[in-house]
């Protein structure tokens, strides 16, 4: 079966810029994940979707993050204004049920200059 | 709360020698338990899983058993390789269907 797809691979904009990732989950998987990983840490959880709503979006940084899933399928992860804080490495994953495990994208590579 | 503890790195091997990389967990309720992976540079790969007591989870030559008793899913090679150098992430799957991680072991192999 196809991965999850990411896109862009890497991304460098300056501070104050918007920046938008996109995510296409596997092909039946109800539940999409954001993650967030700096560099040395494990992943942080940004928002979680069980098909088109979200189930949790506490760790969100509102005020500049947001994100969308259309249709229940591809989801977007926007970003705006950056800060350099946000440089890190997003990845999206999706999971049919939880003792499957994820299916990692990827990620994106951002760096905010 | 959900928490996962593994032990720290980094660990640094010789090649051939026999990998322990120590996990331990709290939960309410059964979760099911996992091991990622993480080579340089490279997304998250789900490496193994185990969903229930006394289960072990093997690929590509690791180990691990679910261990209610002990709380525990230590990962586990005979023999490791160059390319085993990565960072291993021990996790459990809550009730919510979210994954709680660990900090993350940074693994080296020496030749």
């Known amino acids: 079966e196809a991965g999850v797809a990411q896109s862009p691979r890497y991304k460098i904009i300056e501070k104050r810029q918007s920046v938008a990732f996109w995510c296409n989950p596997i092909?039946?998987?109800?539940?999409l994940y954001w993650y967030q990983q700096i560099l040395g840490q494990g992943p942080k959880l940004l928002i979680q979707?069980?098909?088109?709503?979200?189930?949790?979006d506490s760790q969100l940084p509102k005020d500049r993050f947001s994100a969308e899933r259309l249709k229940g399928v591809d989801s977007t992860l926007k970003i705006q204004p950056a800060k350099l804080e946000d440089s890190a490495v997003y990845l999206c994953?999706?999971?049919?049920?939880?003792?499957?495990?994820?299916?990692f994208g990827s990620g994106t590579r951002l760096t905010v200059v | 709360g959900d928490s996962v503890t593994q032990m720290e790195g980094p660990v640094t091997l010789s090649e051939e020698a026999f990998l322990t990389i120590n996990c331990t967990y709290t939960?309410?309720?059964?979760?099911?338990l996992f091991w990622y992976v993480q080579y340089p540079g490279e997304g998250l790969q789900l490496l193994l899983k185990a969903t229930k007591a006394d289960d072990k989870g093997s690929n590509k030559g690791f180990e691990a058993t679910y261990r209610k008793e002990t709380t525990s899913f230590h990962l586990e090679k005979g023999s490791v390789q160059v390319s085993d150098s990565a960072v291993y992430f021990c996790a459990l799957s809550d009730s919510n269907y979210q994954l709680i991680w660990g900090a993350g072991t940074k693994l080296i192999i020496k030749p």
């Open positions: 979707f069980q098909n088109n709503g979200v189930v949790d």
């Open positions: 939960a309410t309720g059964y979760p099911s």
């Open positions: 994953a999706s999971s049919t049920r939880q003792e499957y495990g994820y299916t």
């Open positions: 092909s039946g998987h109800a539940t």
